[in-house]
């Protein structure tokens, strides 16, 4: 019963984000946070107990669980708001190069219709169009 005792009324966390258990079984939550406060009542298994206007941001709910529970909810909050893959940096997707023969005079199936008439004459990497020997 004095392991019980000692965790009545003991608050812990800091000036953002707090926790106590007022009796067995249910624990208190306070937050100056409006995003800590917003996570809090999106929450399913708490209630709204104490909102505070006069001096700031405050509010308060309630849960039925433990204090250790508490601590780790506020741990979860607390943490560094990184996305899991954020750290890694942006992805780097290789770059293709275009082709410039696939770009100039594209049209559907890949050839142009001057090509496929037959009137391109290629010399080298460049194209040059019309009027080539036949």
């Not at 966390?13 to 009542?41: E, F, I, N, Y």
């Not at 942006?90 to 594209?106: D, I, L, M, Q």
């Not at 050839?111 to 010399?123: I, V």
Request: aromatic fraction near 4%.
């Amino acid at each position: 019963m004095l392991r019980i005792s000692r965790l009545l009324n003991t608050a812990v966390g800091d000036g953002d984000l707090s926790a106590w258990q007022p009796v067995p079984g249910v624990v208190r939550v306070q937050t100056r946070d409006p995003k800590h406060a917003k996570r809090l009542a999106q929450r399913k298994d708490g209630r709204s107990v104490v909102v505070g206007v006069a001096g700031g941001f405050l509010r308060t709910f309630e849960f039925r669980h433990s204090l250790p529970w508490a601590v780790r909810l506020m741990n979860r909050y607390t943490a560094d708001e990184v996305a899991a893959n954020e750290a890694l940096e942006r992805a780097r997707c290789p770059r293709t190069k275009r082709n410039p023969e696939s770009v100039v005079g594209s049209s559907r199936g890949g050839r142009s219709a001057a090509a496929a008439r037959g009137d391109e004459m290629r010399t080298g990497s460049s194209v040059q169009r019309g009027g080539g020997e036949r």
